[in-house]
């Protein structure tokens, strides 16, 4: 069970996440889903507007109102001027009084849907701010957020100090939060005496690396008899993944699994989790599996796991990119159930900080009365 939702402090709001879709598996979209359901719980009036996909993946509270504005993907290029129109229509007929865009691409609809409209704006990144993907597009929205927005919020100190760098006049205030978690946190570390699974969540494209996991495992494999590997997520890399696994010759022991909104059980039954990613802006995976007492090993290719892991307190963190490291890092948790039951403690300890009510009210103080107090929000160690 989580922690007991508590009513917010200050007036309810009425809040949009403006999103781009809810109707795929991916870290952002279930926070997303997280917070809306949050921020209903403690009494605010909350609304989810994603440009596209009327039926969201994720569960929203009866408290959360979804609308998309087109059923399929569309060219938001020649949809441009309708988005605007659009946004704006939605801000005015239900009162917004905070909108939160869950990507700063989306304030070239912001900024000039609400023009004039007395509310405030936010944008939540969720990627690292080197990850700019070289768009041209991207660091404009950037720059206008910073300079129109009230507040930019970012999931790593790391991040912050990138913003405060780029944009040294920026009107809005730079703010990390880390994500909410959005599994139910047992109410004591889950126990894992008879399982014997390596796990690995997240979408089957390159910057997740799992390539690297099965490489890592195909090394240790002959020495885990019993054990196996769950890579759970959709993508277009799920083919080559398998064949990788076949001709390593442990095609026995990996399966590729297609993502689903109950991840949780997939946790319960595991053992080890592996985070093998070449990047993660956040990694929301290890506070889930932390929240199931699961040890992780893990590389921590960016700043958001590198807040999140712990060497030798939850986890096993090995150099990024050195497979026989990993190798490593896994036989020892295979090997030492001691050393699984110790690491899978701490990290459910460190997870339960995380939890959704806790980084709700967080949220709140964006836009509370006594806001000129939260010019940062520490980020939760």
């Known amino acids: 069970m989580t922690a007991t939702t508590n009513m917010s402090t200050s007036r309810p709001r009425t809040l949009c996440l403006f999103t781009g879709t809810l109707a795929a598996f991916a870290g952002a979209e279930r926070a997303t889903a997280t917070l809306a359901n949050a921020l209903a719980a403690r009494g605010h009036r909350v609304h989810v507007l994603s440009l596209w996909g009327h039926t969201p993946v994720f569960t929203l509270a009866d408290g959360v109102t979804h609308h998309a504005l087109f059923a399929e ?60 993907l070289g768009r041209r597009a991207r660091r404009w929205a950037r720059s206008l957020a910073a300079r129109r927005y009230d507040a930019v919020v970012v999931l790593t100190d790391a991040d912050r100090e990138a ?9 809005a205030r730079f703010v990390t939060l880390p994500n909410p978690l959005g599994l139910p946190i047992p109410g004591s ?50 083919d080559a993944l398998l064949a990788q696994a076949r001709e390593a010759g442990v095609g026995d022991s990996v399966s590729v699994l297609p993502a689903v909104s109950d991840i949780a059980r997939y946790y319960a039954r595991a053992a080890v989790y592996c985070l093998p990613s070449r990047r993660e802006s956040f990694g929301l995976v290890l506070l889930e599996a932390k929240a199931y007492a ?26 990024d990119g050195d497979i026989a490291g990993l190798a490593g890092a896994l036989a020892r948790l295979v090997g030492d159930a001691a050393l699984r039951e110790r690491l899978g403690h701490a990290g459910y300890v460190h997870a339960r900080q995380f939890d959704a009510d806790v980084i709700a009210a967080r949220w709140e103080t964006l836009w509370a009365p006594d806001e000129s107090s939260a010019a940062r929000v520490e980020d939760i160690r």
Not at 219 to 238: C, E, H, S, T, Y
């Open 73 to 132: 993907r569309v060219a938001f290029k020649r949809h441009y001027a309708s988005i605007v129109c659009r946004v704006r229509r939605y801000a005015r007929e239900h009162e917004l009084d905070v909108m939160i865009d869950v990507d700063p691409m989306l304030a070239l609809y912001t900024v000039p849907a609400t023009l004039g409209l007395a509310l405030r704006r936010i944008a939540w990144e969720h990627s690292t701010y080197a990850s700019d």
């Open 163 to 171: 913003w405060l760098a780029h944009h040294p006049r920026a009107h």
């Open 189 to 238: 570390p889950a126990s894992h005496d008879d399982d014997r699974c390596v796990l690995a969540v997240g979408r089957l494209i390159p910057e997740k690396g799992f390539d690297r996991l099965i490489d890592a495992w195909s090394r240790i494999a002959v020495d885990a008899p019993g054990w196996r590997v769950q890579i759970v997520g959709d993508g277009p890399l799920r």
């Open 294 to 319: 699961l040890p992780v090993a893990a590389y921590a290719a960016d700043a958001g796991p590198r807040a999140l892991l712990r060497h030798e307190i939850d986890s096993l963190v090995v150099d």
